[in-house]
Nanobody
Framework: VQLVESGGGLVQAGGSLRLSCAASGFTLDKYAMGWFRQAPGKEREGVSCMSSSGLTTNYVDSVKGRFTISRDNAKNTLYLQMNSLKPEDTAVYYC????????????????WGQGTLVTVSS
């Protein structure tokens, strides 16, 4: 059972990246799943969450209108499309189970990947 994040990298402000989170050993659509990030010297924060049905999504205010969460059930993979990136988006991004209302991590699936680093230069 594991989550593997990928797609991070170095991008200039205003650029785009798409992160992927490939799950194995379980089915992503059984859980509300989302993205979290941790910037240097800061606590981990919830960025976005998608319900198990895929019908409901939520985003932290700072990324609304710029980031889009999606899921490919056939590939058992969660995505985060990030547009109009800002230097303050620089962080290690992780996927895990989430509570859609609060964007907090969910204990229903206490599983984290290694994360993928996103660096946005000004």
């Amino acid at each position: 059972v594991q989550l593997v994040e990928s797609g991070g990298g170095l991008v200039q402000a205003g650029g785009s990246l798409r992160l992927s989170c490939a799950a194995s050993g379980f089915t992503l659509d059984k859980y509300a799943m989302g993205w979290f990030r941790q910037a240097p010297g800061k606590e981990r924060e919830g960025v976005s969450c998608m319900s198990s049905s895929g019908l409901t999504t939520n985003y932290v205010d700072s990324v609304k209108g710029r980031f889009t969460i999606s899921r490919d059930n056939a590939k058992n993979t969660l995505y985060l499309q990030m547009n109009s990136l800002k230097p303050e988006d620089t962080a290690v991004y992780y996927c895990s189970a989430c509570f859609i209302g609060t964007l907090a991590p969910s204990s229903y699936l206490d599983l984290w990947g290694q994360g993928t680093l996103v660096t946005v230069s000004s």
